[in-house]
């Protein structure tokens, strides 16, 4: 089945600094990626969701200028959190789809974060 | 969107049937009806997927009424493995460039010895 890899697995980064999520499908093309951000004992929240070559659509509340995503290929799609705080601290997920491949999305392993 | 409502949370023991329900009222025609199990600090993984009727896979069976207004997940014979917490998701990811893929609380399984 179609794979979606997330990079890295896990970080620890200080506070102030940016930290770059990636996310690749590695045997199909994705044409959409959702990113997700969950919270202990609690569902996954939709962030945003990209399409290739567009500008990301962000859900409401979420910043734009804090988590910057680019989807600059059919294959990769990034998360940058700039200027991390601890409340930042958190699990991602990226998932993707691709219509020609039918009405399953696959996801990521997901990122787990820790800003200290 | 359509809108799901699951159980928080329902307990087993092994070696029995679980079967956990999802209401979506306002399921469009084009809807897909999607589980996912996640397991803690892992991404969701497809368990199975239908539209109408009954579908069955290696690990789960899927009863979808003729109104599809709901579905009901079935795990036969769960083992302690299954403990994780289980996702209906509703959608036609075909082709609307618009669509998202929005998660509701899930259904966390805790399967006892």
């Known amino acids: 089945g179609a794979v979606v890899s997330q990079h890295p697995s896990w970080v620890i980064c200080k506070s102030g600094t940016s930290v770059k999520i990636e996310c690749r499908s590695l045997d199909f093309q994705a044409t959409t990626m959702f990113w997700y951000r969950q919270f202990p004992k609690q569902s996954l929240m939709l962030m945003a969701t990209?399409?290739?070559?567009?500008?990301?659509?962000?859900e409401q509340g979420v910043e734009k200028d804090k988590f910057l995503i680019n989807h600059a290929s059919l294959t990769l799609s990034t998360l940058t959190v700039t200027s991390a705080h601890p409340e930042d601290s958190s699990f991602y997920i990226c998932?993707?789809?691709?219509?020609?491949?039918?009405?399953?999305?696959?996801f990521g392993q997901g990122t787990r974060l820790t800003v200290v | 969107l359509a809108k799901t409502t699951q159980p928080i949370s329902m307990d087993s023991y092994e070696g029995q049937e679980v079967n956990i329900t999802c209401s979506h009222n306002?399921?469009?025609?084009?809807?897909?009806i999607t589980w996912y199990q996640q397991f803690p600090s892992q991404g969701p993984r497809f368990i199975i997927q239908?539209?109408?009727t009954k579908v069955t896979n290696e690990v789960a069976s899927l009863f979808i009424p003729a109104d599809r207004k709901s579905s009901t997940l079935s795990l036969p014979r769960v083992s302690l493995s299954d403990t994780a917490v289980y996702y209906c998701?509703?959608?036609?990811?075909?082709?609307?460039?618009?669509?998202?893929?929005?998660f509701g609380s899930g259904t966390r399984l805790l399967v006892r010895p």
């Open positions: 990209s399409n290739e070559g567009s500008k990301a659509t962000y």
């Open positions: 998932s993707a789809t691709n219509p020609g491949l039918g009405t399953e999305a696959f």
């Open positions: 239908g539209y109408k």
């Open positions: 306002n399921i469009a025609t084009n809807d897909y």
């Open positions: 998701l509703v959608g036609d990811l075909r082709g609307d460039s618009s669509y998202k893929l929005i």
